[in-house]
């Protein structure tokens, strides 16, 4: 008698065991999705192990219900990875799975069939002569078949040939006519993001650089075993042919592949230019496309390709990564250091983390690329963990852009009022303008940040004990920390310099894109930004006009620019510099030096020359400096050591904590009694910084505190959280929630 036991979904987080049914037996395997029956109603579940509990007696078992589909929901990686995830994590493996699942899967919504009619065998030239004369309807149909390279639709058959269904049964009982069911693709992007894209018909021929790595990633998956290997490689370096080249390695050998790009690069550009090659490289061989704007019907037939093994490709953002895909080889995280692979809403999984562990449960090879690599993958590449590729020229010995820095203090002077756009700015886009050649002007989008910065020396207020940005309560014009709670009152004069011109704010896109009116009042002016990108239709549209060049100068948010290859654009500028770097984000200048570098990269990417202009009102910080030469080495020795310094990540994990209720005292008192339980518990595995409010302290109604851990033993620090949380007496209007690796420390 087979036994299994089976995760059920949707709120239970356990295994529980059932009899598998004769019938069943040849085919239910660790993975399969079933329905089992709990208390008195039929629940979705995947099977987890197969064998017997060690504490229930065997005869009270119930059996399993249902088998969904004929072959395994979550391959046995994809389960591993479920429970590696639900441990680092903290949350419920049932949680996780139900991530894992689409929820058109798990719903089990239909697709889309049709039936097909072929002949099975040929008749006789007599026999066929008898049907005719007994039987018309049989020898249409016949006639029809016998004509046919291909399976026919039946209900074409039927409309066309006026022939009943009852005649087709007969045929088919006789084995004359063969009937087999098709499935229906609905197929993502077919006609509709696949238009005006100029997809190279022929792939290029790679230079050397190019060629060293695809034969180093060639080498490394020969060896199909477990492999982290970082491609840095400078902006308009060609790392998507090296990519495609490792794909095309992987297929070959009959393993499948991901391809994660983060969200906002999933343009109909990078999208529809990937998918051209791909089946380009594999004839025949479907690939999938993953993302949060596909309908039902289209995530259902995509999953079920994969875990069918008919496709064996699949690009797609964050969630791509829980692909059923067979025979794992390869994957690929586009843009690894983008933050967009983290998700901020449970599970809160980094995609690329997800990554990492994934290739190591399928012991496949994981290929991260970017041209900023983030701080923790080069820190495991010091470490010896990850292995390195290096793509140091543009493609064609392509220039990098010039870059520009333009001391903001110095033309507040000069101006007199407010200025959004220097001259320098101002001149360089008005000769675009006369050239017809394009603009792009960037507007951090981290604008929101409310740090304190001084327009005449550029000094900002940070917190002594954590070196992060200082956040201004307008509340009650203080200055606070929001890693350690620190506070102060906000100075009226500089502290540096004595000036009494301090900034708040950044710049709205809205006030941006005024500014360009003035300036050159006949071009053809675009705002791109938070709005506009909600609106699927209007983002590619606006998209689409820029690119014919019915757009002079596009206005927007640092979103805009992913993976975007304008060639006729010659002027990138970006507004405000200042602002990713004064968040209180120990990443801020890691971010800002990404900002630039990215930014810059989008300029100059056809035969002209591309020119940047970065405002900032820091010119010296190190940020800026080392983005100039798009320096990654020296910025990632220098970031590292103040890392290393403060011990902040890559050198230690760090987890938050949040707490939210109705009443702040006792959101405080809790939260501080937590805080002590935790010391008790744990005393030096874990250094504590907080309890303190939230940068953010109210929102709709709801009081915030938060309370920060660093450690250098994470999994062992989560698990003894997640066991005092269950021990802990928590109020029932307090809700809180643990966030591993944070990405947004707002
Ligand atoms: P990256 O991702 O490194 O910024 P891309 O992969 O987007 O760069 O490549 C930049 C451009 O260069 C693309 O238009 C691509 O088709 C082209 N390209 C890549 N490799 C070559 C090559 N070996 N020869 C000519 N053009 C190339
Ligand atoms: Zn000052
Ligand atoms: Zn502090």
């Known amino acids: 008698m087979m036994i299994v036991g089976v995760h059920p979904l949707a709120g239970f987080d356990k295994v529980l065991h059932y009899r598998v049914p004769e019938a069943l037996a040849a085919v239910v395997v660790v993975g399969s999705l079933v329905r089992v029956p709990i208390v008195n109603r039929l629940h979705l579940g995947v099977v987890g192990e197969i064998g017997e509990p060690k504490d229930f007696p065997l005869e009270r078992l119930k059996n399993v219900a249902q088998l969904v589909q004929p072959f395994p929901a979550l391959t046995a990686d994809l389960l591993g990875l479920a429970r590696w995830m639900a441990g680092y994590y903290a949350c419920g493996i049932d949680t996780i799975i139900e991530t894992m699942l689409p929820a058109a899967v798990r719903n089990d919504a239909g697709f889309k069939q049709e039936k097909l009619l072929k002949l099975s065998t040929k008749l006789p030239a007599d026999e066929l002569a008898k049907m005719s004369t007994r039987a018309p309807q049989q020898g249409r149909l016949y006639r029809f078949l016998e004509q046919q390279f291909q399976p026919v639709k039946k209900s074409l058959i039927l409309t066309r040939l006026d022939v009943s269904a009852a005649v087709v049964a007969v045929l088919v009982k006789r084995g004359v006519v063969e009937e087999t069911v098709r499935r229906v693709e609905r197929v993502a992007y077919a006609d509709d993001w696949g238009t005006g894209e100029v997809v190279a018909a022929m792939p290029p021929l790679l230079n050397a650089e190019q060629r060293a790595a695809a034969q180093t990633l060639t080498e490394q998956l020969e060896r199909a075993v477990f492999g982290v290997t970082l491609l840095h490689g400078v902006t308009g370096s060609g790392k998507t042919e090296v990519y495609l080249h490792a794909v095309h390695d992987a297929l070959k050998a009959g393993g499948g592949v991901i391809f994660l790009v983060p969200e906002v690069a999933l343009t109909p550009q990078t999208v529809s230019r990937l998918r051209g090659r791909l089946e380009a490289i594999a004839p025949g061989q479907k690939t999938v496309v993953w993302h949060s704007h596909l309908s039902e019907g289209e995530r259902i037939d995509g999953w079920h390709s994969l875990a069918s093994g008919e496709a064996r490709v699949v690009v797609g953002a964050r969630s791509a990564i829980f692909a059923?895909?067979?025979?794992?080889?390869?994957?690929?995280?586009?843009?690894?250091?983008?933050?967009?692979?983290?998700?901020?809403?449970?599970?809160?999984?980094?995609?690329?983390?997800?990554?990492?562990?994934?290739?190591?449960?399928?012991?496949?090879?994981?290929?991260?690329?970017?041209?900023?690599?983030?701080?923790?993958s080069f820190a495991n590449v010091e470490a010896g963990k990850y292995g390195i590729l290096c793509l140091t020229q543009r493609v064609d010995d392509r220039k990098m852009p010039r870059i520009n820095v333009v001391d903001m203090r110095i033309e507040i002077m000069n101006s007199r009022g407010g200025t959004a756009l220097s001259r320098k700015l101002v001149n360089a886009m008005q000769a675009r303008f006369e050239r017809r050649e394009q603009t792009i002007l960037f507007i951090n989008r981290r604008g929101y940040s409310s740090s304190m910065l001084c327009t005449d020396c550029g000094h900002v207020e940070e917190c002594e004990h954590c070196s992060i940005t200082m956040t201004y309560h307008r509340s009650d014009e203080r200055l606070r920390c929001h890693l350690c709670g620190a506070e102060r009152p906000a100075p009226m004069a500089c502290p540096k310099c004595r000036s009494v011109k301090i900034r708040w704010r950044g710049l709205g896109t809205q006030r941006v894109e005024e500014a360009v009116r003035r300036v050159v009042p006949r071009a053809r002016i675009e705002r791109m930004d938070a709005d506009t990108m909600s609106k699927r239709h209007l983002f590619r549209q606006v998209l689409g006009d820029f690119r014919a060049g019915k757009i002079d100068v596009l206005v927007g948010t640092q979103m805009i620019g992913k993976g975007l290859d304008f060639p006729n654009v010659t002027l990138v500028g970006l507004i405000d510099a200042d602002i990713s770097m004064h968040i209180p984000d120990f990443r801020a200048n890691e971010r800002t030096f990404q900002l630039l570098v990215q930014v810059a990269g989008r300029s100059g990417r056809g035969d002209r020359e591309g020119e940047v202009i970065v405002q900032t009102f820091t010119p010296q910080a190190e940020a800026i400096q080392f983005s100039r030469q798009a320096d990654f080495l020296g910025f990632a020795a220098s970031e590292l050591k103040m890392r290393k310094d403060f011990r902040y990540p890559p050198y230690r994990h760090l987890i938050h904590h949040s707490f939210r209720g109705p009443n702040p005292e006792k959101l405080q008192f809790f939260a501080e009694q937590w805080a002590k339980t935790v010391e008790a518990a744990l005393g030096a595995k874990v250094e504590l910084r907080g309890p303190s409010a939230s940068p953010i302290e109210k929102i709709k109604d709801e009081y915030r505190w938060q309370l920060w851990y660093f450690t250098s033993q994470v999994t062992t620090v989560v698990a003894e959280l997640v066991r005092l949380r269950e021990q802990f007496a928590w109020p029932d209007d307090l809700t809180q929630v643990i966030d591993v690796d944070p990405m947004n420390m707002m």
């Open 324 to 376: 059923p895909v067979q025979n794992l080889r390869l994957i690929v995280v586009d843009e690894e250091h983008e933050p967009a692979y983290k998700q901020d809403e449970t599970p809160r999984y980094h995609g690329r983390d997800v990554a990492v562990m994934r290739a190591k449960l399928a012991g496949a090879l994981c290929l991260l690329g970017s041209a900023t690599p983030s701080l923790e």
